[in-house]
């Protein structure tokens, strides 16, 4: 094994990390946040064809695919901007499930979460912003994370974590293909992650070795897939707080990109009625208008990621839910959706990914404009939902997924903080 290479470096980083019971507090929200949109996930068309494929399975590596994808269905799953991951439906599950059934309590559980966050977050600010072209770095660098949490609860030492991670690393993959036919392969990247890392540390404490150097070697991750990687980012800061605090919550059940101008839309409709509306103008960054411009959604799915439509819904509607993306609503703001024009500009070109914003200009039909600027969105670390709205946000999930007491099993979850057990999340596939 190298003696320092960026795997290693990483584990030893994370390792020396200190962990303070306001960060284990708030990565029992982030797991709450997590496994609340699991289980809503399954109120859907894709959770229910995952659910038939899962059957009875109480297999860890099925499980931790099983709720990383459920996780990421809905579209109201964390969201870290630096490295534009979703690192919470690829960690929490893997954690959750090996946790299960290792017998392990809440602070190793969250520990796990912290480390496995870090980890994903800190490969993906290294991939750099032509990776996120055609990988999904979700899938890509996610495995890095769940194999780190996996790692911490299997008491792994700094050889056999390296291991786990070089082996996490070689089953990336994610291609932003399925985005023109709205296809579920999103939610088989989230799944696929959570399990690769399952995988890789289970195989890693029976010794089975991985590549210590996966992401700087010559036929590694960043040669393959990272033409403009800054392998620096993997450990650059330190003694910095650790990614999970630095990870935003969506309040919104469509792509993070959109939510910068859903935001500002809401401003302006405080202020006009839609009828009174002739032209809508939207400024963003580049890669929001590489995601996200969707002139005529087909789909839900095509709906959470379009620009044009997410304005329009927030012109138009009280609130921006589930329902604002239904065939209903797509063709009740069709009118208003053409009239929506994007393009990319500054001060939001020069601050992505450290930054997501947008503008949103609205020109009144008497030709009087409004113009409302964001330069965060609500429910990133500068605009943080407050507890009491992340609650209300899993008591919401968890309705829409028919669980029958949400509070009992969110103050079971927040519990995890004060050392408490696992609470049960198996159910049944019927």
């Known amino acids: 094994m190298p003696d320092s290479s960026l795997t290693q470096q990483l584990t030893a980083l994370i390792a020396a990390k200190p962990v303070r019971s306001t960060d284990l507090e708030h990565a029992a929200l982030m797991t709450l946040d997590a496994m609340a949109n699991a289980l809503a996930g399954r109120a859907t068309e894709p959770g229910a064809i995952l659910l038939r494929w899962a059957g009875e399975t109480v297999d860890v590596e099925r499980q931790a695919f099983l709720f990383g ?29 090996i946790a299960a059934r290792e017998g392990l309590r809440g602070h190793a559980v969250l520990k796990a979460v912290l480390w496995g966050f870090e980890a994903a977050t800190r490969v993906g600010m290294a991939v750099g912003p032509t990776h996120y072209r055609i990988w999904h770095n979700t899938a890509t660098c996610g495995p890095y994370g769940s194999a780190m949490a ?18 996490a690393g070689t089953q990336a993959s994610g291609l932003w293909q399925f985005l023109d036919t709205g296809a579920m392969s999103k939610h088989l990247h989230a799944g696929r992650a959570a399990a690769a890392g399952v995988l890789a540390a289970d195989l890693a404490r029976f010794g089975f070795t991985g ?30 707080p650790w990614q999970l605090l630095q990870t935003s919550i969506k309040p919104w059940p469509s792509c993070r990109h959109t939510h910068p101008t859903i935001d500002a839309a809401l401003e302006i409709r405080r202020q006009i009625p ?18 996200c411009d969707r002139p005529l959604p087909q789909s839900d799915y095509e709906a959470k990621f379009s620009l044009q439509h997410c304005a329009a819904a927030a ?36 601050a992505y990914p450290r930054a997501w914003g947008s503008a949103v200009t609205v020109t009144r039909r008497g030709g009087e404009r409004i113009t409302v600027r964001r330069d965060h969105a609500k429910g990133d670390p500068e605009a943080a939902l407050s507890p009491i709205e992340l609650i209300a946000k899993a008591r919401m999930l968890m309705s829409h997924g028919g669980v029958p007491e949400p509070d009992r099993l969110i103050d079971a979850i927040l519990a995890l903080s004060d050392d408490a057990t696992l609470p049960d999340l198996l159910f049944r596939s019927s």
Do not use: M
């Open 211 to 240: 590549p210590p150097e996966i992401l700087e070697g010559g036929k590694g991750w960043f040669a393959a897939s990272c033409p403009d990687a800054d392998p620096a980012a993997v450990t650059r800061d330190p003694d910095g």
């Open 69 to 97: 994808a459920l996780t990421h269905i809905l579209e109201t799953d964390d969201l870290h901007r630096a490295s534009v991951v979703h690192p919470g439906c690829v960690v929490a599950p893997a954690a959750w499930w």
């Open 315 to 350: 012109l138009a509607r009280d609130s921006v839910d589930f329902a604002a993306f239904l065939s209903p609503a797509r063709e009740q703001l069709a009118a208003l959706r053409q009239s929506v024009s994007l393009r990319a500009g500054e001060p939001y070109r020069s």
């Open 274 to 291: 839609s009828d009174d509306i002739e032209r809508i103008e939207v400024e963003t960054y580049p890669t929001a208008l590489d995601v």
């Open 150 to 167: 996996a790692a911490a609860l299997l008491q792994l030492d700094e050889a056999a974590t390296v291991h786990a991670l070089g082996n």
